[in-house]
């Protein structure tokens, strides 16, 4: 078989970036910095690379960017009065609360707090809800969002399309089901999961297969049907004592011997990943646009 | 083959009504008659039949119930000053505005505008959102609702087993499709609809088939897997001239060619159309306990 064709996030990421930035030049001609504060409550080292990096994006954009580091001893009550406060603060039109917090904080209570026109990571009820609804200005969860942009990036047709979805989590595998059944995609939708029977025979009737399970490297050859385009949104790190950092990053599709079978597929890392910041700075323009009413540019 | 097993919603429909009669009269132990508000706007005559048969139904059950009629030219700015007093009323738990309202009134609005807590049509988006989010506070649209107490109260097997879903409406399609793949249910489930390619061996694969199109006898006897389960919830009406009405009602599924194949459907009359009316009397009561705070029974 020809090679499949790479869905290349890193590629796709970057020239949505580069929109990001002219949008962000044209709205400063109105006066207007595009401001995003993400808040990180403890010092998860995983999570503090995900807030510098989006601090360092934002940069990138001429974005207004505010880190909001507190203790892991803050308390429900204090992390509330500092999303209040950001709520309130005309230079901020994203917010974005770094998840995991830690245990003690009521994760769902902080996500109904922030002002849903400022909730650039669309989990707020008012967002989940205009998904299923599909009201356009929601706020799209940014990882779905990336899914559905390399598909439409690379051409790939969605209407009539059989995809299969695997992973019915609130933040990605629901999610995305929606966006590809709704009336903009167009596809029939099948949502399976760890209760699905005979998953590989689920998901070998997919024109467009995504994974989204989180177990490394599960979807095998004879899941994928020759010719199907495959999203692979996992992230795993597995242990490689050949690599110095002592792991290596692996999607929840057994790439090497998947890819041949494929019309198109996702690399892991460099697939969905950088996807997922650059949906972020989009809906931060998003969010800015609508809470100023200005429009300009078609980010 | 076997005579397939009716899911005989009238006999269901009355059981609940009957755990609806029980349960109010427990609440007047505690001082509480549940409440419901039914407004219509307008004079359209099937309207004015299901308005009058929720009021009817509340009184047989011993609820409050009040019928706010208003004329067809009523505005979208009386209209929610009208919800406004009924959110403000104790003696009113849910409140439903009847549907399609007069073309001039924006029904998106007006369900925004209804108390979430009172919203037992489970149509506004923070509803909405509670049932993406497997929230049980949340109310279920009473529809989906009814389709799964059907499923349930035959003891039909929902893990693991394929679901098909045959239309994508935000009243029926989606909010079924949403419950059948909760954690409460389990099921793998695919979403189908006008633009998808081949129903028919789309919906073969069912092991539940759920019809809610609204096209009379779109579902024929090839498109069913033998031994399936068929939940039809079309009410369609179809002209009749030996009917002394001029019309009979069928649903979206073939029944007379269908039904033999099946180990389970649902009549037209007498399937899912009267589950609606008794979920939105246990939504009621839902909303009463949850309002007043006061437990008991457990319908």
């Not at 930035?21 to 010092?43: C, M, N, Q, S, Y």
């Not at 990336?146 to 695997?166: H, N, Q």
């Not at 690399?267 to 809470?291: D, E």
């Amino acid at each position: 078989m020809n090679p499949p064709r790479l869905l290349d996030g890193k590629a796709v990421a970057a020239s949505v970036l580069d929109e990001c930035r002219a949008e962000a030049a044209a709205l400063k001609a109105h006066g207007i910095t595009p401001g995003l504060a993400v808040v990180l409550v403890g010092e998860d080292p995983a999570s503090q690379v995900y807030v510098g990096s989006k601090a360092r994006t934002c940069a990138e954009l001429g974005f207004h960017s505010l880190k909001i580091e507190l203790p892991a001893a803050t308390t429900q009550l204090e992390l509330l009065e500092v999303v209040r406060g950001l709520n309130a603060d005309p230079a901020i039109h994203g917010i974005l609360v770094q998840s995991p917090p830690p245990k003690h904080i009521d994760e769902a209570a902080i996500i109904r707090a922030i002002d849903p026109r400022k909730d650039v990571d669309g989990f707020h009820p008012e967002n989940v809800a205009k998904l299923v609804l599909e009201d356009p200005t929601g706020f799209v969860p940014c990882t779905p969002a990336g899914c559905m942009k390399l598909l439409e990036e690379a051409g790939i047709a969605t209407t009539g399309a059989e995809a299969v979805v695997i992973g019915r989590s609130m933040i990605v595998g629901k999610p995305i089901a929606l966006l590809l059944v709704s009336k903009a995609a167009n596809a029939t939708v099948t949502l399976a999961h760890s209760r699905s029977l005979d998953l590989p025979a689920i998901c070998r009737r997919a024109d467009i297969l995504i994974a989204a399970v989180g177990r490394p490297e599960m979807v095998k050859a004879d899941w994928v049907k020759p010719g199907a385009v495959v999203i692979d949104v996992g992230i795993n790190r597995v242990a490689d004592p050949t690599k110095k950092s002592g792991y290596r990053l692996t999607g929840d599709v057994a790439y090497a011997e998947v890819a041949p079978r494929c019309a198109a597929i996702t690399p892991v890392p460099g697939g969905v990943g950088p996807m997922t910041i650059a949906m972020l700075m989009k809906n931060t323009l998003q969010a800015a646009r609508q809470l100023t009413g200005v429009r300009s540019g078609g980010v």
